[in-house]
C-alpha cells in the first residue's frame, strides 16, 4: 500500500496500549524506519505506566508523543492531523454483561469527545474502530455480511451494550461527517487477534492460547459452532491507514481476512494441532449456562471485506499465522514478566 498521504502528518491513536492500537503503532514506526514517511504518533492510554511499558524505549523520539487521560476527557496541545479511535471497554463479553453502564459510558462520551477534538484540530481524517457486532443476528446464515446489511440486537439483554455502543458511535461518526463536514469514516471489524493481546484478556482466543501455554486441555462451555471470519491484528492496522488514507467520509468498511472462516471448534483444534508438544485436548463442558459468560447464540457471522479491498486493502496473514502470533506473544509477555 501507498499511504504517502499520511507521510509528514500527525496521527492519534486512542487506546494506544490495547491490541489494535500497539500494532497500529508498530505499523506505523515500520513506515518510519523503511519508508522515511516521518508520521508523528500520538499515542494515547488512560495508564502512564502501561504507555511507558509498552513504549518507554521511544518516548524521546521526535516522532513519538503521548496523551494520557481518559478517552471521555481527551486532550491534546499539539496538532493532529488524523485520529484512530479505537480505545473502548474490551476483554470480553462478561466485562460488558458485568458493566453495561461502564461500557455504554465509555462508548458514547468518548467518541464524542474524540469528534469534538477531531473537530478543534481540523483533522484531516478519523476513523472509528467499530465490530461485526453492530450486525446483530442476520437470520441469513448463508450470506456473508454486507455494510448494507442489519440484524436483530436484544436491547434487554445488558450485553448489548457493547453492541449498541458501537451502533450509536457510528451513529454519530456518520452525523459529524453529514453535520459538520468532519471526514468520518467507520471499521467494522470482525474477530481479531495476534501479537499484543492482553494476557488479562478472557476471549475464546485467548483461553486456547493460555491453555496451550499452559500445558492443558481446551475446554469449550458451548458446542462450537458459531463461525466467522478473523483478521490478524497486524493486517487490520494495515487497513485503519487505508481507510484513513483513501476511505470516503461518511461511510463504513467491513475489515475481515475471508480466507480464515472457521467455527470455534475448530478453531481451538487448530491450536491443538499447530502445538501438540502442549498435549492439549478438546474437552466439551455443557453443564453451566453459556449465557452466564455472555456468550452469543450460535450463529454464522462472515463478514464480506469487498469494499476495503477495493482501497487496495488485502490480508496478509492466515489463521495459523494469527494463532503463532498470539501465542508467542502471550509466551513472551510471560517471560518479561517472570
Not at 478473523?230 to 475489515?255: E, K, S
Amino acid at each position: 500500500m501507498d499511504f504517502s498521504a499520511l507521510y509528514n502528518k500527525s496521527i492519534m491513536i486512542t487506546g494506544a496500549t490495547g491490541m489494535i492500537g500497539q500494532n497500529i503503532v508498530s505499523y506505523i514506526r515500520r513506515l518510519n524506519e523503511k519508508k522515511n514517511a516521518a508520521i508523528t504518533i500520538i499515542a494515547h492510554g488512560r495508564s502512564e505506566e502501561k504507555l511507558k511499558a509498552l513504549y518507554g524505549e521511544y518516548l524521546n523520539e521526535a516522532l513519538f508523543k503521548t496523551t494520557i487521560f481518559d478517552v471521555t476527557e481527551l486532550q491534546y496541545d499539539g496538532p493532529v492531523d488524523y485520529i484512530i479511535h479505537t480505545a473502548s471497554i474490551t476483554g470480553g463479553s462478561k466485562q460488558h454483561l458485568d458493566y453495561p453502564m461502564r461500557t455504554l459510558g465509555t462508548a458514547i462520551n468518548g467518541t464524542r469527545r474524540v469528534l469534538d477534538l477531531a473537530m478543534d484540530k481540523h483533522c484531516q481524517g478519523v476513523v472509528f474502530l467499530s465490530s461485526l457486532e453492530v450486525y446483530g443476528y442476520t437470520g441469513n446464515a448463508e450470506k456473508n455480511i454486507t455494510e448494507t446489511d442489519g440484524g436483530y440486537i436484544d436491547t434487554m439483554n445488558p450485553r448489548s451494550s457493547y453492541s449498541e455502543g458501537k451502533r450509536i458511535s457510528e451513529c454519530m461518526f456518520t452525523a459529524y461527517a453529514k453535520q459538520y463536514g468532519l471526514p468520518a469514516m467507520v471499521a467494522r471489524l470482525t474477530a481479531s487477534f495476534g501479537a499484543g493481546v492482553s494476557p488479562k484478556d478472557n476471549r475464546v482466543f485467548a483461553q486456547f492460547a493460555k491453555s496451550i501455554l499452559a500445558g492443558e486441555d481446551i475446554i469449550l462451555k458451548s458446542t462450537g459452532e458459531t463461525v466467522r471470519d478473523y483478521c490478524d491484528a497486524m493486517d487490520v492496522a494495515a487497513a485503519l491507514l487505508t481507510i484513513l488514507a483513501f476511505g470516503t467520509p461518511g461511510q463504513a468498511y467491513n475489515v475481515a481476512n475471508m480466507d480464515t472462516e472457521i467455527s470455534i471448534r475448530d478453531l481451538a483444534q487448530k491450536f491443538i494441532d499447530l502445538y501438540p508438544e502442549a498435549g492439549s485436548k478438546l474437552v466439551f463442558d455443557l453443564k453451566e449456562d453459556s449465557a452466564k459468560f455472555g456468550y452469543n447464540p450460535i450463529m454464522r457471522n462472515v463478514l464480506d471485506s469487498t469494499k476495503l479491498m477495493s482501497l487496495g486493502w488485502e490480508p496478509e496473514y492466515s489463521i495459523d499465522d494469527m494463532i503463532r502470533h498470539l501465542v508467542e506473544s502471550l509466551r513472551k509477555n510471560r517471560r518479561v514478566n517472570k
